[in-house]
């Protein structure tokens, strides 16, 4: 009878084992099956008016990885070397000049796609300036300059569109319309922040009003310094403090030096 027992629960548990389901999953089972780089990818670059764009990148991006190609004179690319998966890629088509396109294919053999490209408005602006401050004193006020010029055939019109959020600046009154070949110069005031010993980055952005995608970024750079203005108005203190540089900590410590 014991023995009888034993044979049952082997049996039962031979049947509960045939009937679970497997634990694999479908992502596994793929990854099980080898995958072959064996699919393609061709086709043109054309503008708006349908004409080919000559060493346009076609860019398709797969696991980690990319490939590449460029058009010929007659806009034609082929991209080989693409592993044929059950996923979309992502394929990019750019030349500088034009805006470039994204799109998600399913590639396998011989697969086709045709890009346009639309022209970007040329570029009329051009900026330059000289925005770096050093040793400054904390809320002390210094000057710049930012020089506009239009190398376009048309009025520009322009507009500055940001600058950092330390200090306090003023840009004055400025012309807005700068004609063809001309020049505009733009004098700043800017009031230094409070705190000391302090390095401070950003930039100043100048747009073309017709064409946002047209505009200029100025670096800025300002650091300031020990605020030792108030003893310059005092020789006698200046003189003590260089003459004897460990002495009067209180003090030193009081004037913020």
């Known amino acids: 009878m014991f023995r009888k027992g034993i044979a049952l629960v082997v049996m039962l548990l031979f049947v509960g084992l045939s009937i679970v389901p497997s634990t694999v999953t479908a992502f596994e089972k793929e990854l099980a099956i080898p995958i072959f780089y064996d699919g393609s990818l061709s086709g043109y670059v054309n503008n708006s008016s349908m004409n080919p764009i000559v060493g346009a990148v076609v860019m398709v991006f797969f696991h980690g990885t990319y490939e590449k190609n460029y058009t010929d004179s007659s806009g034609y690319y082929h991209i080989t070397n693409i592993p044929i998966c059950n996923c979309t890629k992502r394929v990019i088509a750019y030349k500088e000049g034009y805006q470039g396109e994204e799109v998600f294919l399913s590639i396998y053999e011989n697969t086709t796609y045709d890009f346009v490209l639309m022209s970007l408005p040329p570029s009329d602006l051009y900026c330059w300036g000289n925005l770096t401050w050093i040793d400054v004193h904390p809320g002390e006020m210094v000057n710049g300059e930012i020089w506009i010029m239009n190398k376009g055939g048309f009025d520009l019109y322009w507009e500055i569109t940001e600058w950092p959020e330390w200090g306090s600046w003023d840009f004055g009154s400025y012309f ?35 064409n946002e995608s047209d505009y200029e970024r100025i670096d800025v750079s300002l650091s300031t310094s020990k605020n030792k203005s108030f003893i310059f108005n005092f020789p006698l203190l200046s003189w003590l403090f260089e003459r004897f540089p460990n002495a009067f900590p209180i003090l030193r410590y009081l004037l913020g030096l």
């Open 176 to 210: 807005p319309k700068i004609p063809p070949g001309g020049l505009w110069i733009v004098f700043l005031n800017m009031t230094a922040p409070n705190q000391k010993n302090e390095t401070f980055t950003g930039h100043v952005k100048v747009v073309n009003k017709n």
